[in-house]
């Protein structure tokens, strides 16, 4: 079974608005959406999408929390959450006509208990399993959580890790793979990363820690998979840009569904870049019609260590 851990789900409230956002005026939106939303989630909804079954773990609080449960409920998604006191945090994201303004809401308080009640859950895990742990954490929690909670999971079990800064530096642990974006690399080496040799020369730091593959998503600029053997390099399909919030977890949870249906790193990658970009194309996350219409388009070049 795939378990994908969100420590901070958010109700993402989705916006679209005819014009850019403007600060201190009104903006009226001509269409919104909201949904259970937080990485993991996120993962949990494309995997689904992709007929791989996934079981959502996390905590949630309040009638947020109800909602979450329901939205998933609804789309046939397993989840085993731990209930907290207060409310879930709701995210706004503004679509303009080509800039996207987030606002990020505030996550209830994780005590101690709620944390162990969590972690058993956690070090139940099988052999095979695979624990997808994604996304920012409460302030409530270590900032080494995500390590310690891969330190109590059984050798066989795969980790792939999604956060960025010091939280994705700190807590590598021999995961199957990270995907930082661009931005989030810069931001890691405060420096500008230009050319290809030069992210990929950054990227290796993640395997010389331990870590089998790196995904470098870098938006409508495509994205690299690096491992000790090849980097590969992928093109983005042609389509309209409508929103791009979930497209990283599209790309992670489209890794791990080849993975799992035992496809190469090569088409597993496709698959990955196809369900980012499926996802940037369209008003929710990527659906599998069009995942399969992209994967057909994606050129990938191949160079060897
Ligand atoms: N503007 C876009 N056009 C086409 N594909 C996109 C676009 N933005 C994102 N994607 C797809 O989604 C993947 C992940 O997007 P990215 O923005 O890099 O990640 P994140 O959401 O983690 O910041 C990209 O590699 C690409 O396949
Ligand atoms: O666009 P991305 O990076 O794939 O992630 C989108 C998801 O991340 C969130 O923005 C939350 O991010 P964090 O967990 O990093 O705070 C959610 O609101 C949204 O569902």
Redesign the pocket.
């Known amino acids: 079974m795939i378990y994908t851990l969100t420590l ?1 789900p ?1 109700l ?1 409230y989705d916006m679209y608005l005819k014009d850019d956002l403007q600060a201190e005026h009104l903006n009226l939106a001509h269409e919104v959406n909201y949904r259970a ?3 993991g ?2 993962v949990s909804k494309v995997l689904k999408n992709l007929d791989v079954e996934s079981t959502a773990i996390g905590f949630v609080a309040g009638f947020v929390g109800d909602f979450i449960i329901r939205d998933l409920q609804k789309d046939n998604i397993k989840s085993e959450f731990v209930e907290l006191e207060g409310n879930t945090r709701i ?1 706004v ?1 503004v679509n303009g006509n080509d800039k996207e303004t ?1 606002l ?1 809401g505030v996550s209830p308080e994780i005590t101690s208990e709620k944390l162990q009640e969590l972690t058993s859950k956690i070090s139940d895990l099988k052999d095979e399993d695979i624990l997808v742990l ?3 954490i409460p302030a409530s929690v270590s900032s080494k959580i995500y390590k310690e909670l891969s330190e109590n999971v059984k050798a066989n079990v795969e980790i792939v890790l999604d ?2 800064g010091n939280l994705l530096q700190d807590n590598i642990h021999n995961n199957l793979f990270v995907k930082p974006n661009i931005h989030e690399l810069r931001e890691m080496f405060n420096e500008k990363l230009e050319t290809k040799a030069e992210i990929v020369e950054k990227c290796k730091f993640f395997l010389d820690k331990g870590v089998k593959n790196v995904i470098l998503s870098r938006g409508g600029e495509g994205a690299l998979l690096l491992n000790k053997d090849f980097v590969l390099e992928a093109s983005v399909p042609k389509g309209q840009l409508i929103n ?6 599209s790309m992670v949870a489209g890794f791990i569904a080849g993975f799992v249906k035992g496809l190469s790193p090569e088409d597993s990658f496709r698959l990955a870049v196809a369900s980012g970009s499926a996802t940037a194309y369209s008003y929710g996350l990527a659906e599998k019609d069009l995942v399969n219409k992209l994967y057909s388009e994606i050129e990938i070049t191949k160079e060897t260590f």
């Open positions: 901070n958010a993402d939303g937080g990485k989630i996120n995210n994201k987030e990020t994604s996304g920012s956060t960025r791009s919030i979930g497209a990283g977890d």
